[in-house]
């Protein structure tokens, strides 16, 4: 499986809880942002479970998982 990890940087208002949610996957910048903000990743087969809790995590919606994505 492929999956892909974004932040939509227009979204982010820097709550952490992405980062809190998957700490093996996901950090923070000095200003308390999550530093894959207005990018994305693809994400190993073991952190794709970590990477949906950060998606569910972000009251913004800022953060979203493509699964299956090439």
């Known amino acids: ?16 809880r992405c980062y809190d949610a998957a700490p093996g ?7 308390g942002f999550v530093t894959l903000r207005g990018q994305s990743m693809y994400v190993p087969d073991d952190q794709v479970a970590a990477a949906r809790l950060a998606a569910l995590a972000c009251p913004e919606r800022a953060v979203s998982l493509q699964e299956n994505a090439d």
Do not use: I, Q
Not at 5 to 13: A, G, I, K, M, Y
Not at 25 to 31: A, P
């Open 25 to 31: 996957l996901l950090s923070d910048d000095d200003e």
């Open 1 to 16: 499986m492929t999956a892909r990890l974004s932040v939509d940087e227009n979204r982010c208002t820097g709550h952490g």
